[in-house]
């Protein structure tokens, strides 16, 4: 006489509780894709330590795909502002007497605290967008920005020396008119206590 399981292998088309028992024996012998996603999608029921790997691994593949969701609806087009606004400001520099290198020292600060995923390195914000991802690009925009460091560091000395050289004029004259008040007060002084 043959067992029950061999009776059910050879009739597939079965129906009712000989199919529920059918399942039922394939789901814990751990056959069938479906089966096995539903023991692991139901809480409390004991997981082999494959059907953990495997949930982890999808859950690893969904925060990888959220993650390049993530990078393609917001990282991408912030850094694209951000790198347009960096261009605006080499651009403006002139016509606002220098104020605008406020901004690009703030976006170089950024660029270090956020990262260059939100704020692009000097020298990326002149690239094409296509040619911003290729290597010769990537290149490019380090040669770039060799120049623009160079540049910002003259700007930032050169504005440090004329802010320093217009306090020390503020001081000196201060002073000197401390020192001539002070001496006409003293000559005024002298003059009435000496007759």
């Not at 009776?7 to 751990?30: C, F, K």
């Not at 290597?135 to 060799?146: L, N, Q, Y």
């Not at 440090?160 to 401390?178: D, E, Q």
Request: charged share 20%.
């Amino acid at each position: 006489m043959s067992s029950i399981d061999e009776a059910i292998l050879r009739n597939q088309t079965l129906s009712g509780p000989a199919q529920e028992a059918l399942a039922a024996r394939r789901l814990r012998q751990g056959d069938g894709q479906e089966e096995e996603k539903a023991e692991e999608d139901q809480p409390g029921r004991y997981q082999s330590l494959r059907m953990k790997m495997a949930a982890a691994k999808r859950a690893l593949d969904l925060k990888e795909k959220t993650r390049q969701m993530v990078e393609n609806k917001v990282v991408s087009p912030v850094n694209q502002a951000t790198g347009r606004m960096l261009r605006w400001a080499w651009l403006a520099i002139i016509p606002s007497f220098g104020s605008s290198i406020l901004w690009i020292n703030l976006h170089v600060f950024l660029s270090f605290v956020f990262g260059e995923r939100l704020f692009c390195k000097l020298g990326h914000e002149w690239l094409p967008l296509a040619e911003a991802k290729s290597i010769s690009g990537r290149a490019t925009g380090d040669t770039i920005g060799i120049a623009e460091k160079m540049g910002l560091i003259f700007l930032d000395l050169l504005i440090f020396f004329i802010i320093f050289g217009i306090i020390a004029i503020i001081v000196w004259l201060a002073n000197s008119i401390i020192f001539k008040t002070v001496d006409g007060i003293t000559g005024t002084w002298e003059w009435i206590t000496n007759p």
